[in-house]
C-alpha cells in the first residue's frame, strides 16, 4: 500500500510541473530570441534539445516541458560558445531545435 503511494504521489510530482532541469553559469548569458532577431549575428549551428513528454502515460505539464527546453537549448549554446538561441519551430514530443548565434558586439 505504502509503494503505491508513493508511486502515484512521484508521479503526480513529475507529471504536475517539478523541473529537475538546471541552467549551467556559462549558459546564464546566454539569451533566447526569435530568428528575425538575430540578423545581424553569425550564426554558429543548430542543437536539439529534448525532455520526457509524459511519465507512465501522463503527459507533463506543457509550460514546465517548454521552460525545461529552454534551459537545455542555453546550456547547449554556452558549450558551442554561443550568446543567443533561436527556436527553429514549436516543440513536438518533447523535443525541439534550436539555431544558436554569437551576437557580441564590439569585434568579437
Known amino acids: 500500500m505504502k509503494k503505491s503511494l508513493f508511486l502515484t504521489l512521484a508521479i503526480t510530482l513529475a507529471a504536475s510541473g517539478c ?5 549551467t ?8 530570441m526569435m530568428a528575425k532577431s538575430a540578423s545581424h549575428c553569425k550564426v554558429l ?7 520526457i513528454d509524459e511519465i507512465l502515460f501522463f503527459d507533463r505539464n506543457p509550460k514546465t516541458m517548454l521552460d525545461e527546453l529552454e534551459i537545455l537549448a542555453r ?4 558549450k558551442m560558445q554561443g ?3 533561436s527556436p527553429d519551430g514549436d516543440p513536438v514530443d ?4 534550436y539555431t544558436v548565434y554569437r551576437c557580441i558586439y564590439g569585434g568579437h
Open 19 to 23: 523541473s529537475i532541469v538546471k541552467l
Open 75 to 78: 546550456n547547449s549554446a554556452a
Open 83 to 85: 550568446d543567443t538561441a
Open 25 to 32: 553559469p556559462e549558459a546564464d548569458q546566454v539569451r533566447l
Open 94 to 97: 518533447g523535443e525541439q531545435s
Open 45 to 51: 549551428g543548430k542543437t536539439t534539445v529534448s525532455v
